[in-house]
């Protein structure tokens, strides 16, 4: 059989694994793996992000005491993921392969040396033709640095192991032009790279076990098809959909045409490390705007007006224009006591070289790791 992509990340949402009373909805999973095997048996690496921990969990034990939110969510997801992982490993073996579990934090991506050892784990667990099934490691993730849900982690991991696409299982279609079950409701088919549009008609409602809704789906699918990867958004609940879309065929969802371009490596880590930025840096109109021309352009020290929060060489920085927006995100060459000595200085040295700054919409890769 041909497949359209040789590389995939495929991540799946709690609600198409279990079922309203959160038990585990065992045949869908084993549904799932049976199209996982096939397409890898057909060349297709694929890497599996699977919600579903703190929904299989519930099922499995009421507290005796009632427990405040945080120490409840640590409970079902510390018994589901249990649960999750080895009926994923009994269906996979199954089929003759072999997965394996690699649980995350939004931590492990915070330093380029973090992110190289993540990237380092897949290619090895790919390499070997081992399926990785991730989550996010929900038991001790309980701060402000969690992910905003799996479909924020699904993205990164994408971008991180070079797929192709990334493909959303969840519980409707795709995104529709109203929130589903509306009668005007209407499928979006095809996502363009400046169709911002659809974002509008997304409402933040989200089923019962499933945490960011159709909103971050959306706006991860945006990001990554903006730096190349397209995005497949589908129903889960929809038999072979997986098989169907990697083969071509005319499936109803909604799918994220990708941009010609694909960032480099470095430039990637970037991109999803919004969240780690030591400081803001404001800059003048003619800097924003040769920042986000098609040149490859550096940041230099004389386009900047203000500087919010210390930063030292090698941390992120966020640069924003005058009127707050965010326009990129870069690594820094200096720490911010010297950006004032680099701007009286004849020959400035960037702030930010190019190879390390994302942009936004606009970026380009010039670089490899
Ligand atoms: N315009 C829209 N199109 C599609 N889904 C939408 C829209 N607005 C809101 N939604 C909601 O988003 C939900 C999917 O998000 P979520 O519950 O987080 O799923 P998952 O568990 O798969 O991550 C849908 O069930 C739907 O109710
Ligand atoms: N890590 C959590 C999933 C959180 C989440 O993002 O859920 P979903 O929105 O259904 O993809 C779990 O395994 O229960």
């Known amino acids: 059989m041909q497949f359209k992509y040789h590389k995939i990340t495929v991540k799946v949402g709690s609600n198409v694994l279990a079922k309203a009373d959160g038990t585990l909805n065992v045949a869908r999973i084993a549904h799932l793996v049976d199209q996982i095997s096939l397409l890898h048996k057909n060349g297709v690496e694929v890497v599996l992000v699977s919600s579903g921990a703190v929904a299989a969990g519930r099922a499995v034990l009421e507290p005796e005491h009632k427990l405040d939110a945080v120490s409840q969510r640590q409970l079902w997801a510390a018994l589901g993921q249990v649960k999750l992982i080895s009926r994923y490993s009994d269906f996979f073996q199954e089929d003759g392969m072999v997965c394996a579990q690699v649980l995350t934090t939004k931590e492990n991506f915070s330093s380029r040396r973090h992110y190289l050892n993540m990237k380092n784990c897949f290619t090895t667990l790919l390499e070997n033709k081992v399926i990785p099934i991730v989550n996010e490691n929900d038991t ?21 192991v070079d797929s192709e696409a990334l493909i959303i299982l969840s519980n409707v279609d795709g995104v529709y032009t109203a929130p589903p079950g509306n009668e005007n409701a209407k499928l979006i088919q095809k996502v363009g790279i400046d169709d911002d549009e659809p974002e509008n008609a997304i409402s933040g409602h989200h089923s019962e076990f499933g945490r960011g809704g159709m909103l971050t789906k959306f706006r991860i699918a945006k990001k990554l098809a903006n730096d190349g990867v397209g995005v497949h958004l589908a129903n889960g609940f929809k038999d072979n959909v997986l098989v169907n879309i990697l083969a071509g065929k005319d499936v109803p969802h909604t799918w994220f045409e990708p941009a010609e371009k694909s960032a480099s490596g470095v430039k990637k880590w970037i991109a999803y490390s919004d969240g780690f930025a030591k400081a803001k840096v404001v800059v003048n109109a003619g800097a ?22 210390e930063f030292k060489k090698g941390d992120l920085i966020r640069i924003v224009d005058e009127s707050g927006e965010t326009i990129g995100l870069g690594k820094a060459q200096y720490s911010s006591d010297k950006v004032e000595s680099e701007k009286r200085s004849e020959k400035q040295k960037a702030l930010v070289h190019y190879d390390y700054l994302y942009m936004e919409k606009t970026t380009n890769g010039k670089h490899e790791d």
């Open 288 to 309: 924003a705007s040769a920042l986000k021309s098609e040149k490859a352009v550096s940041l230099l020290p004389v386009g900047i007006v203000t500087i919010e929060n």
């Open 140 to 160: 001790i993730s309980v701060t402000e640095l969690m992910f905003t849900d799996n479909d924020e982690l699904s993205g990164l991991i994408a971008s991180m």
